[in-house]
């Protein structure tokens, strides 16, 4: 295959060539500042109750699975607060599950389910949680969810939509397992907002139009969510968007994999040889800025 960089260029050391494992790349991204944050929104947007099931829907190697355990088992670092079967109190205590002698039933400990068609990444949640009583892990797919009909309280998708074949049919099966009342937090990128800035406009349309033309299937599904909730019967209450500007070119390719997509769209006709080297020579060199927006929405069922 044609090189995107020459030898000598800044490019030929900048750029982390070969991609990472799926699992790891996930990890990675976890790990960093921008991930903590939108996960964090995501887990703040979530608003689980102890005691509650919550699913995380396409949850790759396990992510998040931690994080929710802790939050149904009341353990996590947020305000939580407690939901049984009665009803709710200001103060959050649950009045009509008391037993007829007054004291408190034991709690329900929470549970946590995640579900993945990645025999891999079920594996590998499998393993990573298994010390959490709490938690099960299903190998399934999004558009028939391995769950009956309201059977959680809370659900989640983090960049999971913008894969599917049938978004609108992976949101009805969610609006279908969720109780009614029941919260599902979506969080997808819309990557025709993506904008690396470079002299050439042309190279900067050029790598975002292959990116949503080529690249990722449902390229613009963090403005659709809001309709397309709607449509699979859900109200939406909140959108957020969350558009990290990311200064550092080598922060940027670890989330962008910027030479090896380049290298891609140079094979697909996007770039010609010299413009790809062009592209990729000014962003190893020159001041680097490049964002994208993800958006965070709430929707109830
Ligand atoms: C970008 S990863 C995100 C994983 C995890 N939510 C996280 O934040 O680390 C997308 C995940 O969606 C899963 N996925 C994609 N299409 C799916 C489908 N039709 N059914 C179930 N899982 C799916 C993939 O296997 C992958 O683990």
């Not at 799926?22 to 995501?42: F, I, P, Q, W």
């Not at 399934?140 to 599917?164: C, F, I, K, N």
């Not at 099966?173 to 025709?192: K, N, S, T």
């Not at 699979?232 to 910027?258: C, E, I, Y």
Request: aromatic content about 4%.
């Amino acid at each position: 295959m044609t090189s995107t960089t020459s030898p000598a260029s800044p490019a030929s050391i900048v750029f982390e060539t070969v991609a990472p494992g799926s699992v790891a790349y996930l990890d990675r991204l976890a790990a960093t500042d921008l991930g903590r944050l939108y996960k964090g929104r995501m887990l703040d947007a979530l608003d689980v109750r102890t005691g509650q099931t919550v699913l995380d829907i396409g949850c790759g190697p396990g992510t998040d699975l931690g994080a929710l355990a802790d939050a149904v088992s009341g353990t996590g670092t947020g305000p939580r607060t407690t939901e049984g079967t009665g009803s709710r109190t200001a103060a959050g205590t649950d009045t009509a599950a008391r037993t007829a002698s007054g004291s408190a039933p034991a709690r329900s400990p929470g549970a946590v389910i995640g579900v993945d068609h990645d025999q891999v990444a079920v594996d590998t949640a499998r393993e990573r949680t298994a010390g959490r009583d709490t938690v099960t892990v299903h190998l399934g797919d999004v558009h028939e969810l391995p769950l009956a009909d309201g059977s959680v309280d809370r659900a989640r998708t983090d960049r999971v939509l913008q894969h599917v074949a049938d978004p609108v049919r992976a949101l009805c099966e969610a609006h279908r397992v969720l109780r009614p009342g029941g919260r599902l937090v979506l969080g997808e990128p819309d990557w025709d907002t993506l904008t690396v800035d470079h002299p050439d406009e042309e190279l900067s349309r050029a790598y975002t139009r292959y990116v949503t033309d080529e690249v990722i299937r449902n390229a613009r599904i963090g403005r659709q969510l809001p309709r397309l909730a709607a449509e699979a019967g859900f109200t939406v209450p909140t959108v957020v968007p969350v558009t990290p500007a990311f200064r550092d070119v080598g922060a940027a390719d670890k989330v962008l994999g910027l030479e090896r997509t380049t290298r891609r769209a140079l094979a697909a006709g996007y770039f010609t040889v010299g413009g790809a080297r062009r592209w990729l020579d000014h962003l190893a060199s020159g001041p680097f800025l490049a964002a994208v927006t993800f958006y965070i929405v709430v929707a109830q069922a």
